[in-house]
């Protein structure tokens, strides 16, 4: 039973992640005597999806605290300690919704996530009745938020006077960010800032397509510094420059990946990211005195644990991000957009400018072909790729740990790897001449598979 993708659960409410599944969810996941803290977003179908998940863990013994709507960052805040499960579909559409599962703090490593769904298999009886676990309410918000803004303060500078528009996208962080860049000191100017589970304002996904409102709404004003657009549930979030273009996502980890490294005091900074992730985040860390190593998209959590067990004693994962998810490993374990909407904000402040923040990055094109290939020849393509990639570009840096990338000494790279939901081989490229890196390596590619599918 595959239950859990690279974010949780997700689907559609009809089909896939109804009560049910919420109930046997909660089961699996409770045991007696645990603790649990409770949330959900602001779609439609929240409430008793989360009413299932309480029955269900209260039923396996678990004790359950019910924290109401929030963005998923702050339930993972408030699980610190103990266990949490954020009911959300995050930038999904509305017709959707889904469970994630906290430890601690943290993302629920595939390991434990095998284990709920081998016991939502077993489909386990309730614990007797004199065993259920109790319930009861908690208020989380401003503790959460009054976090945040204590942890910003170590960097950037104050906000006073600094304009910024935020789009919440009918979204959690309507509760979160606007409030916390308030407390910093920010003039703030909202659009789509209701909860709304029918996202009328805008898609819950933000994309340069779908913040056309922010971006003509900055650009055409000469007041802001900047704008923020977030996602349904807040842990995304995307940086609008005061021209109202959308800020690359690497550049924006490598602004953040180069201030946490300089600001580290330890022997061995490290920063974790994915391999689809561009060389410019590799640059700025090395530049400024750290290194990076990368995990599979989704298991930032992973890579954060496997950095730390191969490190030695001076070494600490100082940040770790994936395109347009954050983690503030100094705050928490958790991707946090409310936590990178305030630290940003303070070190444009800092450099009076996105421009001038960013000025350090080098931004080369960037593409992304799709190759197609049967889902029972990607094996075998990728077992060719392997020697065919670093055949073909003989200068390059090769990792073959998550797909195959090649890093070429002018910081140009190109990365392969095999779709996990589409019949598709993926070809990742950056460089000057990105055109011509696409074409030679998906030459490559296709002779690949064109062999896997003989």
């Not at 559409?93 to 016991?119: C, M, Q, S």
């Not at 790897?417 to 950056?430: I, L």
Request: hydrophobic content about 40%.
């Amino acid at each position: 039973m595959d239950l859990f993708g690279t974010a949780g659960i997700r689907g559609d409410v009809v089909e896939r992640v109804t009560p049910e599944l919420a109930l046997a969810v909660g089961r699996a996941a409770g045991r007696p005597g645990e603790e649990f803290v409770v949330a959900r977003d602001g779609r439609e179908t929240g409430t008793a999806l989360a009413a299932a998940v309480e029955a269900g863990l209260e039923s396996a013994g678990a004790d359950v605290h019910r924290v109401g709507q929030l963005p998923t960052p702050a339930l993972a805040f408030a699980s610190q300690g103990r266990r949490g499960v954020m009911v959300t579909a995050s930038h999904n559409p509305p017709t959707d919704n889904g469970i994630k599962l906290f430890v601690d703090g943290e993302e629920y490593d595939r390991e434990a996530e095998r284990a709920v769904e081998r016991r939502v298999a077993d489909d386990p009886a309730p614990v007797a009745w004199d065993e259920w676990g109790d319930g009861g309410r908690e208020d989380v918000l401003d503790t959460y938020r009054e976090a945040v803004v204590e942890y910003a303060r170590r960097y950037g500078a104050p906000l006073d006077g600094v304009h910024v528009a935020v789009d919440c996208g009918n979204g959690m962080a309507s509760l979160a960010t606007p409030q916390v860049l308030r407390a910093l000191g920010a003039t703030v100017v909202t659009l789509n800032a209701n909860v709304d589970g029918h996202f009328p304002g805008r898609e819950s996904k933000p994309t340069p397509e779908t913040l056309t409102d922010l971006r003509a709404f900055v650009g055409d004003a000469d007041r802001f510094a900047f704008g923020i657009g977030h996602d349904g549930d807040a842990d995304r979030i995307v940086l609008v420059d005061a021209d109202g273009e959308v800020v690359h996502e690497d550049t924006v980890v490598a602004v953040l990946a180069e201030q946490y490294v300089e600001s580290s005091d330890v022997g061995d900074p490290v920063v974790v990211t994915t391999p689809n992730a561009s060389a410019r985040i590799d640059e700025r860390v090395r530049a400024a005195g750290g290194r990076v190593e990368r995990v599979r998209l989704g298991a930032l959590h992973e890579g954060i644990a496997a950095a730390l067990a191969d490190g030695g004693r001076d070494t600490e994962v100082v940040f770790a991000a994936e395109p347009w998810k954050h983690v503030h490993t100094q705050f928490g374990g958790w991707i946090d957009g409310v936590a990178s909407a305030a630290v940003l904000a303070r070190l444009v402040a800092a450099a009076d400018g996105v421009d001038a923040l960013r000025a350090d990055v080098t931004e080369r094109p960037y593409r992304k072909v799709s190759v197609p290939c049967r889902d029972d020849a990607k094996t075998g393509a990728m077992d060719r790729l392997r020697t065919a990639v670093p055949d073909s570009f003989p200068d390059a840096t090769v990792d073959t740990e998550y797909g195959v990338r090649a890093e070429l000494p002018d910081g140009s790279w190109v990365l392969v790897r095999p779709s996990g939901t589409e019949p598709y081989v993926r070809v990742y490229a950056e460089s000057e001449d990105v055109d011509a890196l696409v074409d030679d390596a998906t030459d490559v590619v296709q002779s690949a598979v064109s062999e896997a599918e003989r």
